[in-house]
């Protein structure tokens, strides 16, 4: 895939839970549905996708293991897609870098 927009990394202390582990779910994003703002336990606090999560009332226990790093891309620069979730990409850039990004910022490289 190929960056048509820059991204920049919002919030460099991301959420990280493993597989099994309670966070407290909070408010719904409004504009990218399907995510909710989520605390662990070790105080950090961050954006994760509902489809990860088995909700209990104001907590959630993680289906799998979820890191919240976002990559910061470049117009022009080429990704490889690993996963998509809710209008939003995980990728790889050339370089190993991984992590995630709006779907909106990716086309076809063509």
Same mark, same amino acid.
């Given at each position: ?37 989520? @605390? ?21 226990? @993680? ?48």
């Amino acid at each position: 895939m190929k960056v048509v927009r820059d991204h920049e990394v919002v919030y460099p202390d991301p959420l990280r839970v493993r597989a099994g582990e309670r966070v407290r779910v909070g408010r719904e994003d409004d504009e990218f549905p399907g995510w909710a703002w989520c @605390a662990a336990a070790d105080g950090r606090e961050g954006w994760a996708p509902l489809a990860i999560l088995r909700r209990d009332g104001a907590e959630g226990v @993680a289906r799998r293991d979820y890191d919240a790093t976002e990559l910061a891309v470049k117009r022009g620069q080429r990704v490889e897609v690993l996963e998509e979730l809710s209008g939003w990409a995980r990728v790889a850039s050339a370089e190993g870098r991984v992590g995630w990004v709006p779907r909106d910022c990716l086309a076809p490289a063509g």
